[in-house]
């Protein structure tokens, strides 16, 4: 009598896979597979999150402005040596998260600071960018306008009537 399965146990084991399955399977390529998907994983979670810039840009959109001014600040020494698309970039973010804080004197310091790497290196922000740039600083104009200048008058706090009783 003939056995119609293999004699080998390996050659058996795929026999019945493809048997009850319907498939075979090739280790190899899934292998291959595999690692391809975890090496762009990792390219896309590296381009993605972009450093402490992308946190930085990421934290500022979901509103936690002291985190981004803190995370900045720990980072400025890394200013003279990032490119000038991040140091655009740097200054920008910085300078958003302080106009949220309320510090618009050293707002306006990064702002400008943006402003200027855009002029020397134009296309240095998105145009997005750029329009939060344009926007955050017409802002810090109208907030300067507003601000009382240091020659107003003091006025008494207690009010002062002719009729004394």
């Known amino acids: 009598m003939v ?24 280790i190899p390529l899934i292998m291959r597979r595999i690692g391809a998907l975890l090496a762009w994983s990792f390219c896309l979670f590296v381009l993605g999150c972009g450093g402490y810039l992308g946190t930085a840009q990421l934290a500022y959109q979901d509103g936690r402005y002291l985190e981004v001014a803190e ?63 344009e926007d955050a600083r017409d802002k810090l104009a109208k907030t300067a306008d507003m601000e009382p200048t240091s020659e107003a008058i003091a006025l008494p706090t207690h009010p002062t009537s002719d009729a004394q009783p």
């Open 3 to 26: 056995s119609q399965f293999p004699q080998n146990h390996f050659r058996a084991r795929f026999f019945f896979k493809r048997f009850f399955t319907g498939r075979s399977y090739d």
């Open 71 to 133: 995370n900045l600040g720990d980072h400025e020494a890394d200013l003279p040596r990032l490119p000038p698309e991040k140091q655009a970039i740097y200054g920008l973010y910085r300078g958003l998260s302080l106009i949220m804080l309320g510090d618009h004197d050293a707002a306006s310091h990064w702002l400008d600071f943006a402003a200027d790497v855009e002029k020397t290196r134009p296309g240095s922000l998105l145009p997005a960018q750029r329009r939060e740039l």
